[in-house]
């Protein structure tokens, strides 16, 4: 059955204890913010216990919500500061394990539209693989404003306010990140054949500088 | 959606392929069902908590504590100009006010001339009382424990809130009665620090303030019941 509340209105009925406001809010943002716990962590299990610190410091924090900003807004910024704040806790090394979701659903989606043509799905996959293989390489704050703005598309003042720093703050983060990916990601984003130009990037993946071996002269 | 302005087209492209890589399935369902278990959870306990305890806004206790050092040092002032006009009648050279100087001068094991004039007197029973009037100021400041900052893991301002709060003389924990102020606050997992308790998110929980690392001092927010703070902050050590 649904709620026609609007959020507001279901998070004031949870703070005046009405037991299943809360709960029907969460569940209407629940796979958005599923989707950015899930990149911002980089696996399925760190993000699920990013994704229920969240809940539960929304559930207690309720109350201090003030309404300057929409409630999807503070839900998304309560959530990626428990995904920071745990990232942060338990020091974890993304340089040392690969994200373990490429097989997740949104990959399976893809795929499927490539389901006749196998070479292309297998290269759609291993591209997301690659993608999120770097994203992972970046400082937790960079990759946490990347998904809000670029995988997500909330627009940078939005973002500014989940992240609470200044809108210049953020710009900052996605330009440095981005610039790194285009480092690590040279050959995914630069057309077959198009030699790189000038010197590689100092942060980029070392490219093969052997030439294919033709046959021996005799 | 973004901000493109000054994108080089190498980062548009990296903005594509990251937009290619957003994850768009639902939930999976197992994560589902334990958001749905603990959220089931959270319901019952808020249901079985007893009404909130005293909470007291950060601000307005500082303002508080403000106005009562000022309304002391205003009492302190009467208090003297007062002193200083009834003591050259009580004390006009005769023996007993010789002998109160003399007993000011004990209690504060200050030396001092033994056979002072009345001025004399006077002037050391007024220093006296002048001094007596901070001790007893230090002492209405700290008094109400039973009060404690209240604090919200969200607010924007909780830098400054923190920064108050540990400049402030709220006592830490160990000098209270931890099971009497925080009934039913499990403090193992806590991370080792200043302790100092407070109402976070509206609910008991401590601050802890983490021994200082060169020019930073991380801060976390523990919530009663849960090893894992609810906010950690990066402030300039002190």
């Known amino acids: 059955m649904s709620d026609d509340r609007s959020d507001q209105a279901l998070l004031q009925a949870h703070v005046d204890g009405d037991a299943d406001a809360f709960g029907v809010l969460f569940t209407r943002h629940r796979d958005r913010l599923w989707a950015v716990a899930l990149r911002t962590m980089g696996n399925p299990d760190d993000a699920a216990d990013g994704l229920q610190d969240g809940m539960i410091a929304a559930f207690r924090r309720a109350g201090s919500f003030r309404g300057e900003a929409a409630v999807t807004t503070w839900l998304h910024r309560v959530v990626v500061n428990a995904c920071l704040d745990r990232l942060r806790a338990s020091k974890i090394r993304r340089l040392e394990s690969l994200p373990d979701d490429v097989e997740d659903r949104g990959t399976l989606v893809a795929t499927a539209v490539h389901d006749d043509q196998p070479d292309a799905a297998a290269e759609d996959s291993e591209r997301r693989r690659r993608v999120l293989a770097a994203l992972a390489t970046l400082p937790a704050e960079q990759r946490a404003a990347l998904v809000l703005v670029d995988m997500e598309g909330y627009p940078v003042a939005e973002v500014a306010v989940m992240l609470g720093c200044a809108e210049g703050t953020v710009k900052s983060r996605c330009s440095r990140g981005r610039t790194k990916l285009a480092g690590l990601l040279l050959d995914l984003h630069r057309p077959s054949g198009d030699a790189p130009h000038g010197n590689p990037h100092p942060d980029g993946p070392v490219q093969p500088i052997v030439r294919p071996r033709g046959p021996p002269a005799s | ?238």
Do not use: N, W
């Open chain 2, 1 to 238: 959606m973004t901000d493109p302005a000054g994108a080089t087209p190498e980062q548009d492209a990296v903005r594509r392929l990251l937009a290619q890589a957003r994850h768009d399935g639902p939930t999976p369902p197992e994560v589902v069902a334990r958001l749905d278990e603990r959220l089931a959870s959270l319901v019952s306990e808020r249901e079985s908590l007893p009404a909130p305890a005293v909470v007291v806004d950060l601000g307005a206790r500082r303002r508080r504590t403000a106005g009562i050092g000022l309304l002391a040092a205003a009492a302190v002032v009467v208090a003297g100009v007062a002193l200083g006009q009834a003591l050259p009648r009580t004390s006009g050279g005769d023996d007993a006010g010789a002998s109160s100087a003399g007993s000011d001068m004990v209690t504060s094991q200050e030396p001092g001339p033994s056979d002072g004039s009345a001025d004399t007197g006077g002037g050391d029973a007024g220093s006296g009382a002048a001094e007596q009037s901070p001790e007893s100021l230090k002492s209405a400041a700290s008094a109400p424990e039973a009060a404690y900052p209240t604090l919200s893991s969200a607010d924007t301002g909780l830098d400054a809130d923190l920064l108050d709060l540990r400049t402030s003389r709220t006592p830490g924990l160990a000098g209270l009665d931890a099971a009497r102020t925080l009934t039913g606050c499990d403090l193992q997992g806590v991370a080792p620090g200043r302790r100092v308790g407070a109402q976070v998110d509206g609910l008991s929980g401590v601050v802890v303030f983490r021994r200082p690392d060169g020019a930073t001092q991380q801060v976390e927010l523990y919530v009663c019941g849960t090893s894992r703070p609810v906010r950690t902050i990066t402030l300039p050590a002190p």
